[in-house]
Protein backbone atom coordinates (compact mmCIF):
# COMPACT_ATOMS: atom_id res chain seq x y z
CA UNK A 1 0.00 0.00 0.00
CA UNK A 2 1.36 3.67 -0.92
CA UNK A 3 2.54 5.45 2.19
CA UNK A 4 0.26 8.32 1.15
CA UNK A 5 -2.79 5.90 1.62
CA UNK A 6 -1.26 4.68 4.66
CA UNK A 7 -1.29 8.80 6.24
CA UNK A 8 -4.56 9.65 4.77
CA UNK A 9 -6.25 6.17 6.12
CA UNK A 10 -4.62 6.48 9.73
CA UNK A 11 -5.34 10.30 10.02
CA UNK A 12 -8.67 9.37 8.96
CA UNK A 13 -8.92 6.74 11.53
CA UNK A 14 -7.32 9.03 14.51
CA UNK A 15 -9.83 11.94 13.79
CA UNK A 16 -13.00 8.68 14.41
CA UNK A 17 -10.88 8.09 17.64
CA UNK A 18 -10.32 11.16 18.90
CA UNK A 19 -13.58 11.56 18.63
CA UNK A 20 -14.90 8.96 20.54
CA UNK A 21 -12.09 10.14 23.11
CA UNK A 22 -13.50 13.35 23.66
CA UNK A 23 -17.13 11.99 23.42
CA UNK A 24 -16.23 9.55 26.17
CA UNK A 25 -14.56 12.59 28.34
CA UNK A 26 -17.68 14.33 28.54
CA UNK A 27 -19.41 10.95 29.95
CA UNK A 28 -16.56 9.81 32.38
CA UNK A 29 -16.72 13.30 33.47
CA UNK A 30 -20.53 13.96 33.29
CA UNK A 31 -21.29 10.35 35.43
CA UNK A 32 -18.91 11.46 38.03
CA UNK A 33 -16.59 8.76 37.14
CA UNK A 34 -13.78 11.25 36.73
CA UNK A 35 -11.92 9.72 39.68
CA UNK A 36 -13.32 6.20 39.33
CA UNK A 37 -9.58 5.08 39.53
CA UNK A 38 -8.12 7.48 42.47
CA UNK A 39 -4.01 6.57 40.90
CA UNK A 40 -2.36 6.81 37.10
CA UNK A 41 -2.25 5.45 35.00
CA UNK A 42 -3.22 2.17 36.39
CA UNK A 43 -6.51 2.11 39.15
CA UNK A 44 -6.35 1.29 42.50
CA UNK A 45 -2.82 -0.42 41.52
CA UNK A 46 -3.59 -2.59 38.79
CA UNK A 47 -4.00 -2.67 35.29
CA UNK A 48 -7.16 -3.43 35.05
CA UNK A 49 -10.09 -2.97 37.30
CA UNK A 50 -10.34 -6.52 36.96
CA UNK A 51 -7.68 -6.58 39.19
CA UNK A 52 -8.75 -4.29 41.82
CA UNK A 53 -7.91 -6.01 45.30
CA UNK A 54 -10.56 -6.30 48.00
CA UNK A 55 -8.29 -4.44 50.24
CA UNK A 56 -7.95 -1.89 47.76
CA UNK A 57 -9.92 0.67 49.69
CA UNK A 58 -7.28 -0.08 52.65
CA UNK A 59 -4.46 1.28 50.17
CA UNK A 60 -6.82 3.95 48.89
CA UNK A 61 -9.02 5.61 51.67
CA UNK A 62 -9.66 9.10 50.21
CA UNK A 63 -11.64 6.86 47.29
CA UNK A 64 -14.36 4.49 47.60
CA UNK A 65 -14.14 1.61 45.02
CA UNK A 66 -16.82 1.88 42.68
CA UNK A 67 -16.02 -0.94 39.90
CA UNK A 68 -18.46 0.62 37.14
CA UNK A 69 -16.87 4.11 37.70
CA UNK A 70 -13.44 2.35 37.53
CA UNK A 71 -14.12 0.20 34.10
CA UNK A 72 -15.48 4.20 32.58
CA UNK A 73 -12.48 6.06 33.54
CA UNK A 74 -9.93 3.06 32.14
CA UNK A 75 -11.74 2.83 29.03
CA UNK A 76 -11.10 5.94 28.39
CA UNK A 77 -7.60 5.93 29.28
CA UNK A 78 -7.32 2.65 27.41
CA UNK A 79 -9.22 4.90 24.06
CA UNK A 80 -7.02 7.84 24.81
CA UNK A 81 -3.58 5.37 24.86
CA UNK A 82 -4.56 3.85 21.34
CA UNK A 83 -5.28 7.80 19.69
CA UNK A 84 -1.52 8.04 20.91
CA UNK A 85 -0.22 5.20 19.60
CA UNK A 86 -1.81 6.15 15.85
CA UNK A 87 -0.03 9.67 16.61
CA UNK A 88 3.32 8.01 16.78
CA UNK A 89 2.65 6.14 13.72
CA UNK A 90 1.48 9.37 12.08
CA UNK A 91 4.64 11.20 13.01
CA UNK A 92 7.09 8.03 12.35
CA UNK A 93 5.47 7.83 8.54
CA UNK A 94 5.37 12.26 8.31
CA UNK A 95 9.66 11.67 8.98
CA UNK A 96 9.58 9.24 5.89
CA UNK A 97 7.45 10.79 3.97
CA UNK A 98 8.92 14.16 4.44
CA UNK A 99 10.07 14.39 0.90
CA UNK A 100 6.46 14.46 -0.67
CA UNK A 101 5.26 16.58 1.97
CA UNK A 102 2.02 14.85 2.65
CA UNK A 103 2.49 15.47 6.42
CA UNK A 104 4.77 18.00 7.44
CA UNK A 105 7.12 16.92 10.06
CA UNK A 106 6.45 19.93 12.35
CA UNK A 107 2.77 19.17 12.87
CA UNK A 108 3.48 15.51 13.47
CA UNK A 109 5.84 16.97 16.42
CA UNK A 110 3.03 19.26 17.23
CA UNK A 111 0.79 16.30 17.69
CA UNK A 112 3.06 14.50 19.84
CA UNK A 113 3.16 17.48 21.78
CA UNK A 114 -0.47 18.12 22.76
CA UNK A 115 -0.36 13.64 23.18
CA UNK A 116 2.53 14.31 26.08
CA UNK A 117 0.71 17.65 26.98
CA UNK A 118 -2.89 15.79 27.41
CA UNK A 119 -0.83 12.94 29.29
CA UNK A 120 0.01 15.06 31.78
CA UNK A 121 -3.07 16.74 32.12
CA UNK A 122 -4.97 13.32 33.04
CA UNK A 123 -2.56 12.44 35.37
CA UNK A 124 -2.87 15.90 36.91
CA UNK A 125 -7.12 15.39 36.75
CA UNK A 126 -6.83 12.57 38.85
CA UNK A 127 -4.09 13.75 40.92
CA UNK A 128 -5.67 17.01 41.77
CA UNK A 129 -8.43 15.68 42.09
CA UNK A 130 -10.74 17.64 39.22
CA UNK A 131 -9.39 21.29 39.88
CA UNK A 132 -11.14 23.18 37.31
CA UNK A 133 -8.72 24.75 35.21
CA UNK A 134 -7.22 21.37 34.78
CA UNK A 135 -9.97 19.54 33.53
CA UNK A 136 -10.70 22.67 31.65
CA UNK A 137 -7.42 22.30 30.01
CA UNK A 138 -7.54 19.06 29.39
CA UNK A 139 -10.95 19.29 27.16
CA UNK A 140 -9.46 22.26 25.58
CA UNK A 141 -6.48 20.27 24.41
CA UNK A 142 -8.52 17.61 23.68
CA UNK A 143 -10.47 19.81 21.35
CA UNK A 144 -7.62 20.95 19.92
CA UNK A 145 -5.76 17.32 18.86
CA UNK A 146 -9.66 16.53 17.54
CA UNK A 147 -9.26 19.75 15.60
CA UNK A 148 -5.84 18.96 14.41
CA UNK A 149 -6.18 15.55 12.90
CA UNK A 150 -9.55 17.08 11.42
CA UNK A 151 -6.98 19.70 9.68
CA UNK A 152 -4.26 16.82 8.39
CA UNK A 153 -6.88 14.85 6.99
CA UNK A 154 -9.12 17.81 5.14
CA UNK A 155 -5.26 18.28 3.74
CA UNK A 156 -4.48 14.58 2.46
CA UNK A 157 -7.75 13.32 1.45
CA UNK A 158 -7.10 14.80 -1.94
CA UNK A 159 -4.79 15.99 -4.25
CA UNK A 160 -5.54 19.60 -4.51
CA UNK A 161 -2.81 21.34 -5.82
CA UNK A 162 -3.17 24.99 -4.68
CA UNK A 163 -5.95 26.30 -6.20
CA UNK A 164 -5.77 30.26 -7.28
CA UNK A 165 -7.72 32.39 -3.84
CA UNK A 166 -11.12 33.76 -5.06
CA UNK A 167 -11.70 37.40 -4.13
CA UNK A 168 -15.59 36.58 -3.60
CA UNK A 169 -14.09 34.49 -0.94
CA UNK A 170 -12.06 37.17 0.87
CA UNK A 171 -14.73 38.26 3.66
CA UNK A 172 -16.10 34.79 3.94
CA UNK A 173 -13.42 33.63 4.61
CA UNK A 174 -12.46 36.25 7.35
CA UNK A 175 -15.79 35.45 8.60
CA UNK A 176 -15.26 31.95 8.97
CA UNK A 177 -12.02 32.34 10.70
CA UNK A 178 -13.91 34.58 13.56
CA UNK A 179 -16.40 32.26 13.95
CA UNK A 180 -13.97 29.68 14.46
CA UNK A 181 -12.24 31.73 17.15
CA UNK A 182 -15.53 32.54 18.44
CA UNK A 183 -16.27 28.88 18.93
CA UNK A 184 -13.28 27.73 20.77
CA UNK A 185 -14.09 29.98 23.59
CA UNK A 186 -17.35 28.81 23.90
CA UNK A 187 -16.44 25.59 23.84
CA UNK A 188 -13.43 26.42 26.78
CA UNK A 189 -16.17 28.12 28.48
CA UNK A 190 -18.50 25.30 27.84
CA UNK A 191 -15.43 23.29 29.74
CA UNK A 192 -15.66 26.10 32.66
CA UNK A 193 -18.81 25.44 33.28
CA UNK A 194 -19.01 21.98 33.20
CA UNK A 195 -16.01 21.79 35.39
CA UNK A 196 -17.00 24.07 37.98
CA UNK A 197 -20.65 22.20 37.65
CA UNK A 198 -22.34 25.29 37.00
CA UNK A 199 -24.73 23.85 34.22
CA UNK A 200 -27.96 23.55 36.53
CA UNK A 201 -27.23 26.97 38.52
CA UNK A 202 -29.75 27.69 35.94
CA UNK A 203 -32.55 25.07 35.99
CA UNK A 204 -34.59 26.53 33.61
CA UNK A 205 -34.45 28.96 29.56
CA UNK A 206 -34.49 31.67 28.60
CA UNK A 207 -34.70 33.12 31.80
CA UNK A 208 -32.49 31.61 34.96
CA UNK A 209 -33.87 30.75 38.17
CA UNK A 210 -36.89 33.09 37.03
CA UNK A 211 -35.10 35.73 36.66
CA UNK A 212 -33.47 37.43 33.36
CA UNK A 213 -30.63 38.59 35.92
CA UNK A 214 -30.23 36.13 38.91
CA UNK A 215 -27.86 37.55 41.73
CA UNK A 216 -24.87 36.42 40.79
CA UNK A 217 -20.61 36.47 41.48
CA UNK A 218 -18.44 37.22 38.89
CA UNK A 219 -15.53 37.98 41.37
CA UNK A 220 -15.50 34.21 42.45
CA UNK A 221 -17.29 32.79 39.33
CA UNK A 222 -13.77 32.56 36.99
CA UNK A 223 -10.75 32.33 39.49
CA UNK A 224 -8.29 29.96 37.36
CA UNK A 225 -6.65 28.38 40.04
CA UNK A 226 -7.90 27.69 43.28
CA UNK A 227 -6.15 25.36 46.60
CA UNK A 228 -4.78 22.34 46.25
CA UNK A 229 -5.91 19.11 48.54
CA UNK A 230 -9.69 19.72 47.80
CA UNK A 231 -11.31 17.31 46.34
CA UNK A 232 -13.37 19.42 43.61
CA UNK A 233 -15.79 16.53 42.38
CA UNK A 234 -19.22 18.05 42.68
CA UNK A 235 -18.25 21.88 42.89
CA UNK A 236 -17.22 23.90 45.34
CA UNK A 237 -18.45 27.16 44.42
CA UNK A 238 -21.72 29.42 45.79
CA UNK A 239 -24.69 29.42 43.84
CA UNK A 240 -23.87 32.78 42.50
CA UNK A 241 -20.50 32.49 41.04
CA UNK A 242 -22.29 29.23 39.63
CA UNK A 243 -24.93 31.49 38.27
CA UNK A 244 -22.43 33.81 36.85
CA UNK A 245 -20.47 31.20 34.78
CA UNK A 246 -23.48 29.79 33.20
CA UNK A 247 -25.17 32.96 32.37
CA UNK A 248 -21.89 33.95 30.60
CA UNK A 249 -21.83 30.51 28.71
CA UNK A 250 -25.16 31.58 27.41
CA UNK A 251 -24.05 35.03 26.33
CA UNK A 252 -21.18 32.97 24.88
CA UNK A 253 -23.61 30.90 22.81
CA UNK A 254 -25.58 33.67 21.35
CA UNK A 255 -22.37 35.44 20.03
CA UNK A 256 -20.93 31.72 18.52
CA UNK A 257 -24.72 31.60 17.34
CA UNK A 258 -24.37 34.66 15.37
CA UNK A 259 -20.70 34.66 14.23
CA UNK A 260 -22.07 30.70 12.70
CA UNK A 261 -25.12 31.95 11.04
CA UNK A 262 -23.02 35.16 9.40
CA UNK A 263 -20.11 32.71 8.18
CA UNK A 264 -22.21 30.09 6.64
CA UNK A 265 -24.98 32.39 5.29
CA UNK A 266 -22.08 34.51 3.11
CA UNK A 267 -20.52 31.80 2.29
CA UNK A 268 -23.88 30.16 0.73
CA UNK A 269 -24.73 33.65 -0.94
CA UNK A 270 -21.17 34.37 -1.90
CA UNK A 271 -18.96 31.07 -2.78
CA UNK A 272 -20.13 28.66 -5.34
CA UNK A 273 -18.03 25.66 -4.88
CA UNK A 274 -19.72 22.31 -3.63
CA UNK A 275 -17.67 21.85 -0.82
CA UNK A 276 -17.80 25.18 0.56
CA UNK A 277 -21.91 24.96 1.03
CA UNK A 278 -21.64 21.75 1.83
CA UNK A 279 -19.52 22.92 4.79
CA UNK A 280 -22.31 25.81 5.57
CA UNK A 281 -24.96 23.63 5.32
CA UNK A 282 -23.32 21.15 7.81
CA UNK A 283 -22.49 24.16 9.89
CA UNK A 284 -25.80 25.39 9.99
CA UNK A 285 -27.29 21.82 10.69
CA UNK A 286 -25.04 21.01 14.06
CA UNK A 287 -25.48 24.54 15.31
CA UNK A 288 -29.44 23.94 14.88
CA UNK A 289 -28.49 20.81 16.91
CA UNK A 290 -26.78 21.71 19.49
CA UNK A 291 -29.29 24.39 19.91
CA UNK A 292 -31.93 22.07 20.54
CA UNK A 293 -30.14 19.80 22.56
CA UNK A 294 -28.96 22.48 25.08
CA UNK A 295 -32.58 23.52 25.31
CA UNK A 296 -34.08 20.12 25.57
CA UNK A 297 -31.45 19.58 27.76
CA UNK A 298 -32.48 22.29 30.89
CA UNK A 299 -36.04 21.32 30.38
CA UNK A 300 -35.24 17.54 30.87
CA UNK A 301 -33.31 18.22 33.76
CA UNK A 302 -29.74 17.69 32.78
CA UNK A 303 -30.31 14.07 32.09
CA UNK A 304 -26.55 12.25 31.13
CA UNK A 305 -27.52 11.27 27.64
CA UNK A 306 -28.67 14.95 26.88
CA UNK A 307 -25.27 16.55 28.48
CA UNK A 308 -23.03 13.98 26.73
CA UNK A 309 -25.10 14.97 23.84
CA UNK A 310 -24.20 18.46 24.24
CA UNK A 311 -20.23 17.82 24.41
CA UNK A 312 -20.77 15.70 20.97
CA UNK A 313 -22.54 18.28 19.17
CA UNK A 314 -20.03 20.88 20.26
CA UNK A 315 -17.22 18.68 19.07
CA UNK A 316 -19.45 18.11 15.69
CA UNK A 317 -19.74 21.77 15.12
CA UNK A 318 -16.14 22.39 15.43
CA UNK A 319 -15.52 19.88 12.87
CA UNK A 320 -17.76 21.25 10.81
CA UNK A 321 -16.73 25.01 10.90
CA UNK A 322 -13.07 23.82 10.22
CA UNK A 323 -13.91 22.00 7.50
CA UNK A 324 -15.87 25.78 6.30
CA UNK A 325 -12.84 27.51 6.69
CA UNK A 326 -11.05 25.00 4.39
CA UNK A 327 -12.82 25.29 1.97
CA UNK A 328 -13.29 28.47 1.71
CA UNK A 329 -9.44 29.49 2.12
CA UNK A 330 -8.72 27.80 -0.99
CA UNK A 331 -5.42 25.81 1.02
CA UNK A 332 -2.84 24.33 -1.09
CA UNK A 333 -3.56 20.36 -1.15
CA UNK A 334 -1.12 17.81 -0.08
CA UNK A 335 0.95 17.72 -3.13
CA UNK A 336 0.53 13.53 -2.63
CA UNK A 337 0.59 11.61 -6.25
CA UNK A 338 -1.76 11.53 -7.81
CA UNK A 339 -3.70 8.06 -7.96
Given at each position: ?????????L???????CF?V???????RL???G?????????????????I?????????????????A??????????????????????????????????V????????????????????????????????????????????????????????????????????????A?????????????????????????D??????????????????????P??????????????????????????????L???????????R?????A??????V?????L????????????????????????????????????????A???S?????
Amino acid sequence: MPLALWIRRLAFAGLVLCFGVVVLGAYVRLSAAGLGCPDWPGCYGAPTPLGIAPDAAAHFPQASVDVGKAWREMTHRYAAATLGVLIVILAVLAVADRGRRMMGVRFACALLALLILQAGLGRLTVTLKLTPLIVTLHLIFGMTTLALLAWLWLGVRKDRHGAAPDTAQRLPRRLCLAALVILALQIALGGWTSSNYAATACPDFPTCQGRWWPPTDFAHAFVLWRPLGVNYEGGVLAEPARAAIQLTHRLGACAATLMLVLAAGLTLRRVRKRSARRAAWAVLAFLALQLVIAVSMVAARFPLSLATAHNAGAALLLLATLALYDAVSARPGSGGPRE
